[in-house]
């Protein structure tokens, strides 16, 4: 029998999980979510302003390996009709020029000394690891040089990765690029840099997109069967042990299951020890801000997202062209674009400065020309992206193995401080639901 359970959140990991208990037979009142947003969604959040929908914490695409899951999650949105979909089409600006991603199998877009500098490095590279059997280094930025060279470290890899991580690229771990980052064959880069088109990367080559109301529409769908057990704008403020159940703002539960950042426990759970507190508490993250441009012109090339790698493009690294999502996204004769900044965590929000550094970027970069933005819009997400640095995997274990001690459950993106996309959430609330509905060893 589930015991009574408190939620904290209602993103799609804390929605999910209520929504597989009770579907799992839990009693209705057994569950309940505390969200301190006024609406449920969290990072899958969407807005609308003068019939422009954008995603607020960067462009979401609906995809999954696991074809149940993506099945629910669009089930749980209305089902096939409530979606687009799409092919993704991804490149990267390099000057006036549009490189095909992933970098190393679009050399040959390249300027031809651009094309040599990374073709000779790749060689050398490969030749190098191959001969002397090296290891993947452990540190990022020595990674990149392994892996792919000196040349697609200068023209990519490092103006990229300084631009999303705001850190030397030493003080990050490789641990997290094990099928983030591609990994072409030799013979591919060879093929793709004179110019025969080779694919590289076939992962999430369709995807789906809901047709309306943004991102957000599925996690309101899931959110359809269990909204009665929300609580909205209830931040909870207070965890402690009592006997062997919690307390969540003095009211009693059997069990806890926490999808908040792990940095915010300290100052939520009394009776942490200091260790685990300064564990959680320097865990590092970064923040995003994402800003909204819309552009009173119709036509866009038929792109999904590009990366922008180079200073001179302006504060942001990645632009997500919004309105092919969906033709539900913008007016019609208009579009847009969601550009994505992001910043570390202990660094100043960006000020009112910014929207206007995007735009210069985006114009130096001949996205747009400045006459046609019709307006701006932007929101800051304090936790968007988990920084992976040579502390992290120690600092994370203590946290978890703490909360394991204790019987918190942990649960999502950065209550578990990890890497994972929407619908890894939902594969981790399923799992979490099987587990806590079993019946309990005596
Ligand atoms: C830039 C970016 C792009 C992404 N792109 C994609 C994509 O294309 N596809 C995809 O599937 N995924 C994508 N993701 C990942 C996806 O957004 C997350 O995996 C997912 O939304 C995490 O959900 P969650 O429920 O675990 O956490 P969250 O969404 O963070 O939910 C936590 C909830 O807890 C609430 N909360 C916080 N403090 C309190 C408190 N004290 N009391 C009560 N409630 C509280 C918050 O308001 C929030 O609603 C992307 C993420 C980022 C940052």
């Given at each position: 029998m589930v015991k009574n359970t408190a939620i904290l959140g209602a993103g799609v990991s804390g929605l999910s999980l209520a929504r597989f208990l009770l579907e799992g037979?839990?009693?209705?009142?057994s569950v309940t979510l505390f969200e301190?947003?006024?609406?449920?969604?969290?990072?899958?959040r969407s807005r609308t302003v003068s019939g422009f929908t954008y995603d607020l914490t960067g462009g979401h695409i609906l995809y999954s390996k696991d074809a149940a899951v993506m099945r629910w999650m669009k089930n749980a949105a209305?089902?096939?009709?409530?979606f687009v979909e799409k092919n993704r089409e991804t490149k990267i600006r390099f000057g006036e020029r549009w490189v095909h991603y992933p970098f190393e199998n679009g050399?040959?877009?390249?300027p031809r000394e651009a094309n040599f500098d990374c073709l000779k490095g790749y060689v050398e590279a490969w030749h190098r690891r191959t001969t002397d059997g090296s290891r993947a280094p452990e540190a990022f930025g020595a990674w990149v040089r392994w892996r792919f060279g000196d040349g697609i470290a200068k023209h990519f890899m490092d103006p990229y990765n300084g631009k999303v991580?705001?850190?030397?690229?030493?003080?990050?771990?490789?641990?997290?690029?094990?099928?983030?980052v591609p990994d072409a064959p030799i013979e591919d880069v060879l093929r793709s840099a004179v110019g025969?088109?080779?694919?590289?990367y076939t992962h999430q080559s369709i995807f789906y997109y809901p047709r309306?109301?943004?991102?957000?529409a599925i996690t309101d769908g899931i959110a359809g069967t269990v909204m009665d057990r929300v609580r909205l704008a209830t931040p909870v403020k207070e965890i402690v042990r009592e006997g062997r159940g919690w307390l969540v703002d003095g009211e009693p539960f059997d069990q806890v299951v926490s999808t908040l950042a792990l940095t915010d426990l300290p100052r939520i759970v009394?009776?942490?020890p200091a260790d685990v507190a300064r564990a959680m508490s320097e865990l590092e993250f970064n923040s995003i801000t994402c800003i909204l441009v819309a552009l009173d012109r119709a036509e866009q090339p038929d792109l999904s997202w590009i990366y922008l790698p180079h200073d001179e493009q302006g504060p942001a690294n990645r632009v997500t062209y919004?309105?092919?999502?969906?033709?539900?996204?913008?007016?019609?004769g208009k579009s847009s674009f969601l550009c994505e900044v992001t910043h570390d965590?202990?660094?100043k929000t960006p000020g009112s400065e910014l929207e206007g550094q995007v735009i210069a970027g985006l114009e130096r970069a001949g996205?747009?020309?400045?006459?046609?933005?019709?307006f701006t819009d932007r929101e800051t997400t304090r936790h968007a992206y988990v920084v992976f640095d040579h502390a992290y995997a120690a600092r994370r274990a203590r946290a978890l193995g703490w909360l394991e001690e204790v019987g918190l459950v942990p649960l999502g993106r950065f209550g578990r401080f990890e890497y994972d996309n929407s619908d890894q959430c939902v594969i981790k609330a399923r799992a979490l639901a099987a587990q806590l509905g079993r019946p309990q060893a005596r």
């Open positions: 037979g839990a009693a209705r009142d301190a947003a006024a609406e449920v969604g969290g990072l899958c209305g089902g096939d009709g409530a050399l040959a877009d390249l991580w705001k850190r030397e690229l030493d003080f990050l771990t490789s641990d997290w690029v094990a099928g983030r025969i088109r080779t694919e590289g309306k109301g943004g991102f957000q009394r009776g942490m919004m309105s092919n999502y969906s033709p539900e996204n913008a007016p019609r965590s202990r660094a996205l747009l020309s400045r006459s046609e933005v019709l």
